[in-house]
């Protein structure tokens, strides 16, 4: 007896799970400028690479003769597949079925993903696009309703993944409820500028709990969440979250017990950029161009920045130094002087939190004036995550290696020299407890208003002082391990990084403190 009814049936399930929520239904997702999931992966995986796990997981239903008479396929689709012929998992709503809601297959699919990743030990990218739990549930039909107590967290895997592997997420369309949370609890994490949003509970939710009447871009558009820090980095489209999903994971290893894949490199690693000699203007009070530093030092068109429009005042980002992945961070002296804001602090602490989970070498570029002041800064508790930021560079075990660009002041400069770092410093450089403005203001203020001409005898003071911060007197007594040509900064950074090359596999593993959202 033959089993092709059986296996007709089969290809049926599966016909239909390509079918996605049917015509009517794509066709929509199209009108509204958003690909279908299956297109997201398309256009994220290598061709004809995606496996797809669970590919007949649905809700049959049967009448009462327990015939089959209808089948609903899962509305989450899962799998393996590579990027650059690297292997990683592969998920997503799909929003086509239910609005992305989670079905009950849908919802053990969406849960087992971060399961797999830690399994197999290769990163995960979610392709988000789900509502979220419905007030009537999955839909399924068991025989007692899961809690607390008779099921496991859905959320611990969440966390062994971040602590595994790199995990990346796009908010594709609209996100909700538990997708939405499962997207922040990523390594790097992406939403769509012209279709996304990200949001607890929907405008009609808001409206009834909170009187608010708000569209879903006022509640969670990219100008929100691009600014607070919910997502690091806002793309034009959904192509283009895929493009910065990508590059994202070029820098990464498959996991904690990898090292970072590293690149050939046709970029001189004896190049001196002649731009350094003179970007840091010789008025303390002028700004200058960070990014420019950075653009001159890595490698070509290297840099990967994260989270350009939150925590403003500090610069992170990957990028390549002969070709190895790094972590680099500099503080942005056109934004509050460069000052060490609350959410520039958890901005770098999350940074440094990376780097150390998948020994990433950390190199700063120091231009730090110190912890923000004033009644804002206090109602934000500036100090608190300012300490918890320091606290982190001292519990870091990967190599570190500084450049004092310009300033280095208060507590705040401790967050930008990990534990035994390579310190070098430019000419420009400029160090001690705090700024000499700020300083003479308070140290000499009854000098200074009992003077003939005040405003003479500051700068006259400032100028003395400005003096000893010098770097001249810290390279004589090796309070920094070398005082350079600006120029010369990426020969140096290259030179120490193959030194410190040999160390990184003894530092693979389990971090002593995962990544927190």
């Known amino acids: 007896m033959s089993w092709k009814p059986e296996v007709d049936e089969i290809e049926r399930r599966r016909a239909l799970a390509l079918g996605q929520g049917g015509e009517a239904a794509v066709a929509k997702q199209h009108s509204q400028n958003r690909l279908t999931l299956r297109e997201r992966v398309d256009h994220l995986l290598d061709a004809g690479s995606f496996e797809e796990l669970g590919p007949v997981a649905g809700t049959p239903v049967h009448n009462e003769a327990g015939d089959l008479v209808s089948y609903d396929p899962a509305n989450f689709i899962l799998g393996f597949g590579k990027v650059a012929g690297r292997r990683i998992i592969v998920g997503g709503e799909d929003f ?11 919802l053990r699919k969406s849960v087992y993903a971060e399961d797999l990743a830690v399994q197999y030990k290769i990163p995960l990218v979610r392709l988000h696009e789900g509502a979220g739990g419905s007030v009537g549930g999955t839909g399924g039909k068991g025989a007692s309703l899961p809690g607390p107590v008779n099921a496991p967290s859905r959320f611990r895997s969440v966390a062994q993944a971040m602590a595994t592997v790199p995990v990346a997420t796009a908010a594709m369309g609209a996100v909700a409820g538990l997708p939405a949370g499962r997207l922040v609890a990523s390594h790097f994490s992406v939403m769509s500028k012209s279709t ?5 509970a929907g405008p009609a939710v808001v409206e009834r709990a909170m009187g608010e009447k708000k569209t879903k871009d006022e ?3 990219w100008k929100v969440h691009t600014k607070n820090g919910t997502v690091d ?11 910065e999903i990508k590059r994202f994971l070029s820098y990464m290893p498959d996991n904690i017990n990898q090292l970072a894949p590293v690149l050939a490199c046709d970029d001189p690693i004896n190049r001196c950029d002649a731009s350094l000699l003179d970007v840091v203007p010789r008025d303390r009070r002028v700004a200058f161009e960070m990014r420019a530093v950075v653009k001159a030092v890595f490698d070509k068109d290297s840099f990967f920045e994260m989270g350009k429009g939150y925590g403003r005042s500090q610069i992170t980002g990957l990028a390549r130094l002969n070709g190895q992945t790094v972590g680099v961070w500099g503080n942005d002296c056109k934004f509050l002087a460069g000052s060490m804001t609350a959410d520039g602090a958890h901005k770098a602490r999350r940074f440094m939190e990376l780097c150390e989970a998948f020994t990433l070498p950390i190199i700063t570029l120091v231009d730090e004036p110190g912890f923000m002041i004033g009644s804002q800064a206090e109602k934000e508790a500036t100090i608190r995550h300012g300490t918890s930021a320091v606290l982190t560079a001292a519990m870091t075990t990967v190599p570190w290696a500084a450049v004092m660009v310009r300033r280095s002041f208060g507590v705040a400069q401790a967050a930008h020299y990990g534990p035994e770092a390579y310190v070098l410093a430019w000419p420009s450089a400029e160090s001690g407890p705090l700024p000499v403005e700020g300083g003479v203001a308070v140290a000499f ?6 003077a003939p001409d005040p405003d ?5 003071l400032e100028e003395m002082l400005a003096a000893k911060q010098s770097p001249f007197p810290r390279a004589e007594a090796l309070s920094v391990h070398d005082l350079i040509d600006p120029r010369e900064t990426r020969p140096e950074l290259c030179k120490w990084l193959a030194r410190v090359q040999p160390l990184l596999p003894d530092l693979l593993g389990p971090s002593a403190f995962a990544i927190r959202p």
């Open 233 to 243: 980095n806002g793309a034009e489209d959904e192509v283009a979250c895929i493009d």
């Open 196 to 200: 996304a949003q990200i949001i607890t």
């Open 219 to 221: 509640l969670g558009g």
């Open 456 to 460: 003479a005898k500051r700068r006259e």
């Open 96 to 106: 086509t079925m239910r609005g992305g809601s989670p079905s009950a297959a849908g």
């Open 445 to 450: 203020r009854r000098e200074i208003e009992a």
